[in-house]
């Protein structure tokens, strides 16, 4: 090995510093609150205990997780079957047009993120556009009650997340080079089986990486449920949010709070295993 | 090189992904300045900053909810005195003590009875000094000597709240008269709540004839099982702006704070608030100075101008809360919402239960996932 290669680089001093300071050192503290004990008022008691980890798997917060899951795996589903088939058009535009339409799509991320949610609601509640334009068509009576249900809540996630998943796939699809599929067909391949055995395949990365991307946030995203579903769902980061500030127990929050880096840690490994990538490099 | 290129990769990542999944509470609780540049007096006083003849320096350090003490108010006190407002606001209460406690640096803090009360507890507050406090008088004796100061020694009480149902008579085709109408099939699918676990499991503990501060495992199961055959009736739960289901016909009957319940009737009339027959919840949002305050002495001089009679009416005006100063009510101009005295005699503070919390929040928690 060479021995200038193993030398410390100095460079990289304040970008460690930066790493304990403001992640090793939060996340030692995390741990190490979600064995403590919540105090009778306020703060918590320097005793060693499981009771945090042990009230998690009661049915209560099993079913908060399975919830939690279960909502981000459609979101990342839904979006994949939105998001690819757009990148892919996309990809096939004139340079200039494929530039607009990209930054069309990133354009909305220049508003935040909770007024798009509440322009939402303006579409969805019952004298809201769409409820109002569906009576004065006649195709209805009544309001419909579109809003405050889970498909509501669905709804805005596809929309906040669509375009990462969008951007990852694009980038797959962009680099894919065009006579590889020319290849398939004029070696016999129909059109499916040219997509299925060499498009999809080439752009996995992209296709992974966008997933990971869209579903790691969409655990997390609780203000989307609280707004569009009417808080009646509950969701692993409500549930952090409540027991840190409501329950004023941190040590529950805490390990809450593990559980959900850890759940995010298997993800990123089912990604690095399906995509044969060893960093994270393809996801940026 | 290459594993710190990883690690680098991994952290722009997560950054990313916390950027985009942490956009909601931050903007609530930064700070702003308010005061200093209305007109060309204050300016020219807010940019003298030596101290006062008590040594202490031109500054106020307030904290609490965003636009709780309104603007104008805030304006007049600094155009009076010369003393610059840092307006800091917290979302919640607990976010308040976390803050406070960490050494955060406050002078004057408005925040709810519970709170103050562990507050207190944690040794926090500063004995208040009546004799900088002129107008001290000026506070109705009804709204003191409460659980959190039961001397008076350290709090203002600034403004106090009950929550109570308000409902569309145009959707009701019955008259609602408390809590146990809401468990009415009528009501499918039509109700909005606030999404506070204390505030609905207590209700639902006044329709059982319990105290909304009931820490018996027992009671709570009981009234866990009650609350879960409410769940077909809420259409949404909403702790900020219930009223904007109410006036978008959402919702056919709410139960919400003072504030809210004002604010929907000054936008329909028609909407008719019922005092619940069970009994009421009752708060106060009370002012108090930190123990390490470092300008005590603005922050009394502040308690007292906002005691005067006709400052006080003219903030209860804005906020629509119920006053806590005798001296307001000759100058009140917004009587919308009057509480008759024995309503208010029979409500019962919500205090804090202590690790009966955990149970309230976990039947919050089930109650949301049935």
Redesign the interface.
């Given at each position: 090995m060479n021995k200038r290669q193993n030398r410390f680089p100095a460079a990289a001093v304040p970008f460690l510093l930066w790493t304990v300071v403001f992640v090793a050192i939060p996340l030692i503290y995390i741990l190490c609150m979600s064995f403590l004990k919540r105090a009778q008022t306020w703060g918590v008691v320097a005793e060693f205990s499981f009771d945090s980890y042990a009230r998690m798997v009661t049915p209560t917060y099993l079913k908060v997780y399975a919830q939690s899951m279960w909502l981000a795996v459609l979101t990342t589903l839904f979006t994949l079957l939105i998001g690819y088939p757009f990148s892919y058009f996309v990809s096939r535009l004139s340079e200039r047009r494929r530039s607009l339409v990209l930054l069309l799509v990133v354009v909305p991320f220049w508003t935040n993120s909770l007024v798009r949610i509440y322009g939402w609601m303006i579409l969805l509640r019952s004298q809201g556009v769409i409820n109002t334009l569906l009576i004065a068509l006649g195709v209805i009576e009544t309001p419909l009650k579109l809003l405050y249900n889970f498909g509501a809540v669905l709804v805005g996630m596809i929309y906040a997340l669509l375009p990462f998943m969008i951007l990852s796939t694009y980038s797959a699809i962009e680099k894919l080079d065009p006579s590889l599929v020319e290849a398939a067909r004029d070696l016999g391949a129909g059109r499916w089986r040219a997509f299925w055995t060499v498009t999809v395949p080439m752009t996995r990365a992209g296709i992974m990486a966008g997933c990971v991307l869209v579903f790691i946030p969409s655990v997390g995203l609780f203000f989307i449920s609280d707004l569009l579903g009417g808080a009646k769902t509950m969701l692993l980061g409500n549930l952090i949010k409540n027991e840190l500030l409501t329950a004023r127990d941190w040590p529950m929050g805490a390990a809450l709070s593990v559980v959900m880096m850890a759940m995010t840690l298997l993800v990123i490994g089912i990604y690095q295993k399906c995509s044969g990538e060893r960093g994270l490099e393809g996801i940026l | 090189?290459k594993q710190?290129?990883?690690?680098?990769?991994?952290?722009?990542?997560a950054c990313t992904?916390a950027a985009?999944?942490g956009?909601?509470g931050d903007?609530a609780s930064s700070s702003q300045i308010i005061g200093g540049a209305d007109g060309p007096t204050s300016i020219v006083l807010t940019n003298d900053p030596r101290p006062a003849e008590g040594g202490e320096e031109k500054v106020l350090n307030i904290f609490t909810w965003a636009t709780y003490f309104p603007d104008d108010i805030l304006a007049e006190f600094t155009e009076q005195t010369g003393i610059k407002i840092n307006y800091s606001n917290f979302s919640?209460n607990?976010?308040m003590?976390m803050k406070l406690?960490a050494g955060g640096e406050y002078d004057l803090v408005l925040a709810s009875d519970y709170i103050i009360d562990?507050a207190r507890?944690?040794n926090l507050l500063a004995q208040l000094d009546q004799s900088k406090i002129p107008n001290f008088g000026n506070i109705n004796p009804a709204f003191q000597g409460k659980f959190y100061d039961p001397e008076n020694q350290y709090t203002v009480p600034y403004a106090a709240g009950i929550p109570l149902l308000i409902y569309n008579p145009d959707m009701v085709d019955f008259e609602v008269k408390g809590f146990e109408d809401l468990w009415n099939p009528a009501f499918a699918?039509s109700i909005?709540v606030m999404?506070?676990?204390r505030n609905v499991i207590g209700l639902t503990l006044k329709t059982l004839g319990k105290s909304l501060n009931e820490t018996d495992p027992a009671v709570l199961d009981q009234a866990k099982e009650k609350l879960f055959s409410l769940k077909p009736n809420?259409?949404?739960?909403?702790?900020d702006s219930p009223y904007n289901l109410m006036l978008?016909?959402?919702t056919a009957i709410g139960y919400m704070f003072t504030s809210q319940i004002i604010t929907a009737l000054n936008e329909n009339p028609n909407l008719k608030v019922v005092f619940p027959e069970e009994g009421l919840g009752f708060g106060i949002d009370s002012c108090f100075i930190p123990a390490q305050a470092p300008h005590p002495d603005n922050a009394h001089q502040f308690l007292d101008f906002i005691l005067d009679g006709q400052r006080s009416a003219h903030i209860t005006d804005q906020i629509y809360y119920i006053s806590c100063n005798s001296a307001a009510s000759e100058y009140l101009e917004n009587q919308a919402l009057v509480i008759p005295d024995e309503a208010i005699e029979g409500a019962e503070f919500m205090q804090?239960v202590?690790?009966a919390?955990?149970t309230?929040?976990?039947i919050?928690?089930?109650f949301?996932?049935q």
């Open positions: - | 090189m710190i290129k990883r690690i680098f990769t991994a952290l722009l990542a992904l985009a999944s956009c909601n903007s919640s607990e976010e003590l406690e562990i507890g944690e699918d909005v999404d506070d676990a809420i259409r949404a739960l909403d702790y978008s016909g959402e804090d202590g690790s919390t955990q309230y929040n976990d919050w928690a089930e949301k996932l």
